[in-house]
């Protein structure tokens, strides 16, 4: 049996990650540059509607909190908590990223630059909910202290490529996330919140993209094969928060992010921006990833067909039932 590396074979020596992130580091760096020059600062204090605040029960002594006092509807309430848990576990990607990518240099640079402009997000979406009396803020802390209490570890933390190519697409996810809660929320000044977050993550996206773009140039078979394996196991990064399984049915039910939203809104436009599926120039690898990225794309299609008729079939029924209903 033949133990020759199918990248050698194809005539490129694999790149071990210390390697690649010396040689992609000019490319952080002017990514990096270019980040700041299009990033337009803002503040997360001025996105809070704060004149409806009121005390809540406790050492105030103020109202305790009803469900009817929330402005947001089902789907929006549920998809902002999901949200906003995501953004808290920042600790812990800060962690990730840092031990990977290191705290020197131009990937310093950027850890930090990223950690300190993810900070906002949660920031300011909690002191929104509260202000607002969106969600009950006793189940909110609690779940709070139990999904940061479990940390988050990365599906991709042995390798550099790998996390390129995750959060290549996990920053256009959040992005398409925070948009279209935002848009199904029910509250203006909730849309223009997360409208707000979600521009900081299209750049986020943009960067990480522009990255793995690069990385096609180093290495385009080990770069296919990692965007292969993420693609095929992607994972949200709040995959392991308190009640995430029911609370991503309500979420894709809603039309928030399910299936088609996840392989039209995220897969397809970072694949097609970087031409994967029509990359030349590839060893036996890299067009055995290829291949394989293509039939996951269709077979993902084929997914989304049936969730889709599923959710049209389960909506009809509730609309059936909401008519019958006597007002």
């Known amino acids: 049996m033949s133990t020759a590396n199918p990248a050698i074979a194809g005539g490129r020596a694999p790149f071990a990650d210390a390697g690649l992130l010396i040689d992609l580091e000019p490319v952080v760096a002017r990514e990096l540059d270019r980040h700041l020059g299009v990033f337009r600062e803002w503040m997360p204090h001025e996105y809070v509607p704060w004149s409806r605040g009121l005390d809540f029960d406790g050492p105030l002594g103020g109202e305790p909190w009803e469900p009817a006092q929330s402005p947001l509807t089902e789907v929006g309430r549920t998809a902002m908590v999901v949200n906003l848990l995501t953004e808290d576990n920042l600790p812990s990607y800060h ?76 920053e256009l996810a959040t992005r398409v996330s925070h948009r279209n809660t935002g848009r199904e929320c029910g509250d203006p000044a909730g849309e223009q919140m997360l409208a707000r977050i979600a521009a900081d993550e299209n750049l986020h996206m943009i960067f990480y993209r522009n990255l793995l773009a690069a990385a ?98 389960i909506l009809a029924r509730r609309a059936a039932v909401r008519q019958s209903s006597p007002r």
């Open 95 to 170: 962690r990730e990223i840092a031990t990977l990518f290191g705290r020197d240099g131009a990937w310093g640079t950027w850890v930090d630059r990223w950690t300190a402009e993810e900070a906002r997000h949660s920031m300011v979406m909690r002191d929104y909910l509260l202000a607002s009396r969106a969600v009950d803020p006793r189940a909110l802390e609690t779940a709070r202290m139990t999904h940061m209490s479990g940390g988050f570890v990365s599906d991709n933390r042995h390798s550099a490529l790998r996390s390129i190519a995750y959060v290549a697409f996990q």
């Open 216 to 313: 096609l140039e180093v290495a385009p078979d080990q770069a296919m094969r990692a965007i292969a394996e993420v693609l095929t196991g992607f994972r949200m990064p709040g995959h392991g928060m308190p009640g995430f399984e029911r609370a991503a049915a309500t979420i894709a039910l809603g039309g928030v992010y399910n299936l088609r939203v996840h392989l039209d809104d995220v897969l397809r436009p970072v694949v097609r921006y970087l031409k994967v599926l029509t990359l030349g120039a590839l060893g036996p690898d890299g067009v055995q990833a290829q291949a394989e990225i293509g039939e996951y794309l269709d077979a993902l299609d084929a997914q989304a067909r049936n969730q889709e008729e599923r959710r049209a079939v």
